[in-house]
């Protein structure tokens, strides 16, 4: 039987039964389910984003069952007709605490898109991920909220309606899967921390505690999973679905770790893509990632399993909300412009070449730069880096699809798949959208003819890139 007891009476039980050396650990890091108090302790001066922007609060944005409040982020150097980030808390959180207390404000700002800050009514409670309403397309309850803020920014602040994200942590989490289940139209992808499956919260109550499914005691076959988000979330939808990511650490005592294969089960199914991973690697210490590809190479599943993290997730500081806003393409050039030109080596002041007439499969290598056609790339709206020698357009490819150290990177025709999508970082790194590995001039070298190749990123200067 399910408890329907309510989702922050509950949350608030199980903290303190965890004791004194748990309610430190809260207080430490910015996370969903901390105190209203230590929630304001947070937004002090000293824990504010360094960010450019503006946080304002919006009113009359449209129908808003459960009376949610909206705050919008909108940074100084917006983009034209930028994409729209709706970013949710966790129990016992707001909008501004969100904002304060992590890293999406401050990526706004480099990457000029605009992030919605909704906060619960009442304040400081959870998401309603559990009753018949919110588990529906147009149902009522907080979901049809949300979809206002959403439609009012694209109104209103130009937002861009083919370039909506939503991500959110612990009950922001769950709503970030319910989002997608009813949205699945609205959304591009989403990235859900320390989140539980669509419909796995449900009682058919309002924000009413499901303890099964807290604990990972509740677990469908791949087929049922997709089946609840296919017939409940958005009936008779047959149109793209969007891609996701997930997170979750091992040693989450709020949300049990379990529910991170659940979620992979439920939309590995809706995607339509193997659970076998189609590649597995460790981008930084005990973050354990797999991936889940279409036929194309195009990662539709990407989750990360946080070995030892608790309740805390995304860490402020650390490359998890960068990693959000990638796998989302927030980080990409605005659609319809890009930039041309030499891209340099900063540790051996030479260009990249595209040698031997860039025939296809050739390894690339730096020389020094002449401003020629071989030594001048595109950075293109969908990732890609082109270079367009002798008539003939080709791309910067991951050599053979790899993802390990020393992977020969070279020119091949475009195709669009994933090995030849690249992210050119604010720290100066050139990383593969597949690989997650840094383009890199092999041994630190600095003469003509050093071939370039992938790496594991190390900060060093032979992986500092500048394009223009």
């Not at 390894?363 to 969908?382: F, L």
């Amino acid at each position: 039987m399910f408890r329907n007891r309510s989702l922050p009476s509950r949350l608030l039980g199980i903290a303190a039964a965890l004791g004194l050396a748990v309610g430190l650990s809260l207080q430490a890091a910015p996370r969903a389910a901390a105190a209203p108090a230590a929630a304001t302790q947070a937004a002090t001066p000293a824990a504010t984003p360094q960010t450019t922007g503006s946080l304002t609060q919006i009113t009359n944005f449209g129908a808003n069952p459960t009376g949610l409040l909206m705050h919008l982020y909108v940074p100084n150097s917006v983009r034209a007709h930028p994409p729209i980030l709706l970013a949710l808390h966790g129990c016992q959180g707001t909008g501004p605490y969100l904002y304060s207390s992590t890293d999406f404000g401050s990526l706004a700002d480099r990457y000029g898109f605009l992030v919605v800050y909704p906060s619960t009514n009442p304040s400081g409670s959870c998401w309603d991920v559990s009753s018949d309403q919110a588990l529906t397309r147009n149902g009522g309850s907080d979901p049809v909220g949300l979809r206002s803020m959403i439609t009012y920014t694209e109104q209103h602040y130009g937002g861009n309606a083919d370039a909506v994200y939503v991500t959110g942590q612990s009950s922001g989490g769950m709503m970030t899967n319910v989002m997608l289940a009813d949205y699945p139209d609205v959304f591009k992808a989403g990235a859900a921390f320390m989140g539980v499956p669509y419909h796995c919260f449900h009682t058919g109550s309002v924000r009413g505690w499901n303890a099964d499914c807290a604990q990972g005691r509740v677990s469908m076959t791949p087929q049922q999973w997709g089946g609840l988000v296919r017939n409940t979330g958005y009936p008779g939808y047959t149109g793209p679905r969007p891609r996701v990511q997930l997170w979750h650490g091992t040693a989450d005592t709020i949300l049990s770790h379990n529910n991170l294969g659940e979620e992979i089960k439920e939309w590995t199914d809706v995607l339509g893509v193997s659970r076998a991973p189609s590649a597995t690697d460790t981008p930084t210490a005990n973050w354990n990632r797999t991936r889940y590809d279409n036929g194309a190479g195009t990662t539709q599943v990407e989750a990360y399993s946080i070995a030892g993290a608790g309740h805390q997730l995304p860490v402020r500081g650390t490359a998890m909300a960068a990693e959000a806003i990638r796998f989302m393409g927030l980080d990409a050039a605005p659609t319809g412009g890009g930039t041309t030109g030499a891209l340099h080596a900063v540790g051996a002041g030479k260009c990249l070449t595209a040698v031997n007439n860039a025939t296809p499969g050739t390894q690339q290598q730096i020389h020094g730069c002449d401003g020629g056609a071989a030594q001048t790339w595109t950075r293109t709206a969908s990732n890609q880096l082109t270079v367009t020698v002798g008539g003939s357009t080709l791309c910067l490819d991951a050599g053979g699809k790899g993802t390990t150290d020393g992977t020969k990177v070279v020119v091949w025709s475009c195709n669009g798949q994933a090995n030849q999508q690249w992210r050119l970082n604010a720290n100066g790194t050139v990383t593969g959208v597949q690989s997650g590995l840094c383009l890199d001039v092999a041994g630190l070298g600095t003469a003509d003819g050093t071939p370039v190749q992938l790496w594991s990123c190390s900060g060093g200067r032979n992986q500092q890139w500048t394009l223009g």
